[in-house]
T-cell receptor, first 116, second 112 residues
Framework: AQSVSQHNHHVILSEAASLELGCNYSYGGTVNLFWYVQYPGQHLQLLLKYFSGDPLVKGIKGFEAEFIKSKFSFNLRKPSVQWSDTAEYFCAVNAPEDFGNEKLTFGTGTRLTIIP | KAGVTQTPRYLIKTRGQQVTLSCSPISGHRSVSWYQQTPGQGLQFLFEYFSETQRNKGNFPGRFSGRQFSNSRSEMNVSTLELGDSALYLC???????????FGPGTRLTVT
């Protein structure tokens, strides 16, 4: 079945460490890719998105993601994390069969805990 | 601009009852999507409405239904509630098919 995979379920890092969260999808063809973040007690917020063009996209709060088509991956990175980055991170795909509507297929999420 | 609002925020219902949840999108947004979030299944797409028309539907039983009004506000209804319907129901709105969805705080439904 077509899916989005986030293999890291829970990641624990110390402040200032570098972060990379994995996201793989199984759709062929062109996809629209997103990372969302859910801080404790807050709404889901869009961190960044990729539709086309430069495969390295920058988002809010110092996050970036790289689209690697050959690996069907869209990994999220941040060079130096802060305690305030503690949250749950979701990768999402707008698949080719859903172009023309807004359906997103989400990964299961990665819980990130930053230790001060 | 006000964000996406959802009412009620919390709801407790009994098995077999029905429930209606409401979502008001950001002003000017015509697309409204609904998702169910549970610890076991994560975020799952329920349906999406645009200009009062359902454009897509997820893999949920017919007990789950929705509609959108001319002012873009949307409601979803779940009939004959089951324990497994306990979840956080999220609404998201977007503007003109740009795929940037803005999520509301959700309605926490508990079925006992």
């Amino acid at each position: 079945a077509q899916s989005v995979s986030q293999h890291n379920h829970h990641v624990i890092l110390s402040e200032a460490a570098s972060l990379e969260l994995g996201c793989n999808y199984s759709y062929g063809g062109t996809v629209n890719l997103f990372w969302y973040v859910q801080y404790p007690g807050q709404h889901l917020q869009l961190l960044l998105k990729y539709f086309s063009g430069d495969p390295l996209v920058k988002g809010i709060k110092g996050f970036e993601a790289e689209f690697i088509k050959s690996k069907f991956s869209f990994n999220l990175r941040k060079p130096s994390v802060q305690w305030s980055d503690t949250a749950e991170y979701f990768c999402a795909v707008n698949a080719p069969e859903d172009f023309g509507n807004e359906k997103l297929t989400f990964g299961t999420g990665t819980r990130l805990t930053i230790i001060p | 601009k006000a964000g996406v609002t959802q009412t009620p925020r919390y709801l407790i219902k009994t098995r077999g009852q029905q429930v209606t949840l409401s979502c008001s999108p950001i002003s000017g947004h015509r697309s409204v999507s609904w998702y169910q979030q549970t610890p076991g299944q994560g975020l799952q797409f329920l349906f999406e409405y645009f200009s009062e028309t359902q454009r897509n539907k997820g893999n949920f039983p017919g007990r789950f239904s929705g509609r959108q009004f001319s002012n873009s506000r949307s409601e979803m209804n779940v009939s004959t509630l089951e324990l497994g319907d306990s979840a956080l129901y999220l609404c998201a709105s977007s503007h003109r098919d740009n795929y940037e969805q803005y999520f509301g705080p959700g309605t926490r439904l508990t079925v006992t």
